[in-house]
């Protein structure tokens, strides 16, 4: 019998991968690139909260990976990631509309003892088109070119944005 430390740890770990145009953009050592990623539980905080920097590089599409666990009594999050495509991050800005940005929205319910894959693409038809007209409720999905719902559903062990519709996390 398998004791309570045998089980799965609650986390989502989000894997970032562009599209070959951008990942060639991201890739180039001479523009310094970094992305921003905000956690919280709701998208509203997400859109406000001080985001994390990491440096980002591009190779075979694949950007990187970060694991999130649950904040105590939180079952829900909500993820901002703003990437700076044509420009630097730090000049990404709300007031013209991410202008030379890539900016993709996820909200998800932790589920208890599964670690679940979040993809989430960066892809250059989205530079530019930060989905804010329905609040911050949506994300740019690259390969339809259109905003879709930012809220994700399990699926074969994953999640994945505007495929189910689930109870609404704000």
Do not use: W
């Not at 309570?4 to 770990?13: D, W």
């Amino acid at each position: 019998m398998c004791a309570a430390s045998c089980l799965e740890p609650t986390q989502v770990r989000l894997v970032l991968m562009a599209d070959e145009s951008t990942c060639a953009q991201l890739a180039d050592p001479k523009a310094s690139r970094v992305a921003e990623i905000s956690v919280a539980p709701t998208p509203v905080e997400a859109e406000f909260i001080a985001p994390s920097s990491t440096g980002v590089g591009c190779s075979g599409g694949l950007i990187g990976d970060l694991v999130l666990v649950p904040a105590p009594d939180k079952t829900t999050a909500a993820v901002r990631v703003v990437v700076g495509v044509t420009k630097p991050t730090a000049e990404c800005k709300a007031a013209d509309n991410y202008a030379g940005c890539i900016v993709a929205r996820r909200r998800f319910t932790y589920t208890s003892h599964r670690s679940l894959s979040l993809p989430i693409h960066l892809g250059a038809s989205c530079v530019g088109n930060p989905c804010v007209e329905a609040g911050f409720g949506e994300t740019c999905e690259p390969r339809q070119s259109q905003c879709i719902s930012s809220l994700t559903a399990e699926n074969d062990g994953g999640l994945e944005p505007g495929k189910v519709q689930a109870p609404d996390v704000r």
